[in-house]
T-cell receptor
């Protein structure tokens, strides 16, 4: 059972545009929501994360918007650049020990020059 | 990659042979994880460890075993490799101490092909 659903599967954006990736979760016990960025041949790298008591978090051109009542969160990449072309994964942590991450299926972003 | 190395980085093996992948960390983090990454599935947890000799199963543990005899090393073993285990395997570490939210940091991955 997929507990975090991510869309779209792929996204093509022009340079300077806004990239938006969406995720929906089912388990209301999730208490931390990171986004990972992965370049080809590399491991995922933590990009930005948010807790459910915050509706928005911004770090540079990257913003997470969180809607607790709708059980949805999204990543916005402002002024998208070709160097942002990568695969992006949303994820969620349940509370408790070990903190086993549940990942979305990933979005392949291509930013055209 | 946050002081995490994986070996080998690439491996081709035949069906039925045993395979061991190694994850080594220099961060002295308590928690270590093994994931596999397949197209359309994101990353799925295979096994994790919460201390030396303390391990537990993840979502897709069938056909895999793990061992952790030292804080810095976490081994993933495929006892008898099958073609369905062809994948990219990632190790991750986490500190999970007070003041942190348990962020996980990933290694560079091992691409395993089972023929």
């Amino acid at each position: 059972q997929q507990q975090v659903k991510q869309s779209p599967q792929s996204l093509i954006v022009q340079k300077g545009g806004i990239s938006i990736i969406n995720c929906a979760y089912e388990n209301t016990a999730f208490d931390y929501f990171p986004w990972y960025q992965q370049f080809p041949g590399k491991g995922p790298a933590l990009l930005i994360a948010i807790r459910p008591d915050v509706s928005e978090k911004k770090e540079g051109r990257f913003t997470i918007s969180f809607n607790k009542s709708a059980k949805q969160f999204s990543l916005h990449i402002m002024d998208s650049q070709p160097g942002d072309s990568a695969t992006y994964f949303c994820a969620a942590y349940p509370p408790g020990s070990a903190r086993q991450l549940t990942f979305g299926s990933g979005t392949q972003l291509t930013v055209l020059p | 990659d946050a002081g995490i190395t994986q070996s080998p980085r690439h491996k081709v093996t035949e069906t039925g042979t045993p395979v061991t992948l190694r994850c080594h960390q220099t961060e002295n983090h308590r928690y270590m994880y093994w994931y596999r990454q397949d197209p359309g599935h994101g990353l799925r947890l295979i096994h994790y460890s919460y201390g030396v000799k303390d391990t537990d199963k993840g979502e897709v543990s069938d056909g895999y075993s793990v061992s952790r005899s030292k804080t810095e090393d976490f081994l993933l073993t495929l006892e008898s490799a099958t073609s369905s285990q062809t994948s990219v395997y990632f190790c991750a570490i986490s500190a999970l101490t007070s003041g942190t939210l348990g962020e996980q940091y990933f290694g560079p991955g091992t691409r395993l092909t089972v023929t």
